[in-house]
């Protein structure tokens, strides 16, 4: 199994920048892609970026040259620097692993997720 905390989340004015950090623990070199999902009141969760265990990256339109995944593997985290921040960017954002488990099976696992809140 794998677990997942997030942290960094806070309230920042408009064309500010916040970090998210997500630590993994447990079987942490089972993950496969690690993902930041976010999800907005009254709207589905949408992904918002990933990185694969070989480092390749991906980013939801809608973030592109704003946000940056990147990781530390020493420490087993993940994080999303968010810069030029929207109000739209408001969301509770959360972090998310695909894994391959003990008989080869998909699991995923999320985290309890972290509140960003971006004032106009």
């Known amino acids: 199994q794998v677990q997942l905390v997030e942290s960094g989340g806070g309230l920042v004015q408009a064309g500010g920048s916040l970090r998210l950090s997500c630590a993994a623990s447990g079987s942490t070199f089972s993950i496969n892609v690690i993902n930041w999902y976010r999800q907005a009141p009254g709207e589905q969760r949408e992904l918002v970026a990933a990185m694969s265990g070989g480092g390749s990256t991906n980013y939801a339109d809608s973030v592109k040259g704003r946000f940056t995944i990147s990781r530390d593997l020493a420490k087993n985290t993940v994080y999303l620097e968010m810069s030029s921040l929207k109000p739209e960017d408001t969301a509770a954002y959360y972090c998310?692993?695909?894994?391959?488990?003990?008989?080869?099976?998909?699991?995923?696992?999320w985290g309890q997720g972290t509140k960003v809140t971006v004032s106009s």
């Open positions: 998310n692993a695909d894994t391959t488990g003990p008989w080869g099976a998909a699991e995923n696992y």
